[in-house]
């Protein structure tokens, strides 16, 4: 019997959007290295090439950097259509892009509002929307959506993140159940507290509070979070959709 890696990515193409930095870059180096070829997906093309060379340079399998705008559909699906043109193949999704505008209500514009659902809510389901239509032919799919605890819990100062990333919650669970009988599996990774520039911005009495409210006490990583979605996108989690898989420290426990 050949004996196969744990969570081996052998043979997949993997789109990861905000691949750029941070969260997103971590996942596309955990999958490059587990053997899949990854592609790098993020507005910031330049830093996109940038990651992409290094993943390419460090793994000995492909990796492609693209432009993309999710919240726009015409974006999304030409990015879904390039990778399918350039692999053959789309097996795994990862929704990662998101953006803050964090600021109280009573101080928040319509355009605060709208940019981050566009961005965190919409944007997921324009990608998704795209890679579904190819993963449907294939018959085979990973998606994962990167949500929040945030989204679980709520945070003061981010009614618009908190409700994106809740909307992404639902928005898994519906299209786990939509498109399971052609063995597409729909999962959310929950972070708690990761050091990345989308955090940068708290005030340091919020990352105190968080930090008080964090049971191992201690923030996580971007390395941490790429590992629950690896697991997720990989044959060993073949049997799991629709769920929410919270890498928190323990900050919320549902």
Known sequence: ???IPFCSMEGRVAIITGAARGIGRAIAELLARQGADVVVADMRLEEAETTAKAIASSYSHKSLALAVNVAD??????????VVSHFGH????????????????????????????DVNLKGAFNCSKAAVRQMMKQRYGRIINISSVSGQ??????????????GLIGFTKALAREVASRQITVNAVAPGFIPTALTSDLAPDLKELILKTTPLNRMGTPEEIANAVTFL??????????????VDGGMVMM
């Open 1 to 3: 019997m050949m004996n």
């Open 73 to 82: 559909w015409e974006s999304s699906k030409t990015m879904v259509e390039q």
């Open 90 to 117: 789309l097996d795994i999704l990862v929704n990662n892009a998101g953006i803050t505008r964090d600021t109280l209500i009573m101080r928040m514009d319509e355009h605060d509002w709208d940019i981050v659902l």
């Open 153 to 166: 819990a709520g945070q003061v100062g981010q009614t618009n993140y908190s409700a994106s990333k809740a």
């Open 233 to 246: 996108a990989s044959e060993e989690a073949a049997y799991i959709t629709g769920q929410v898989l919270s």
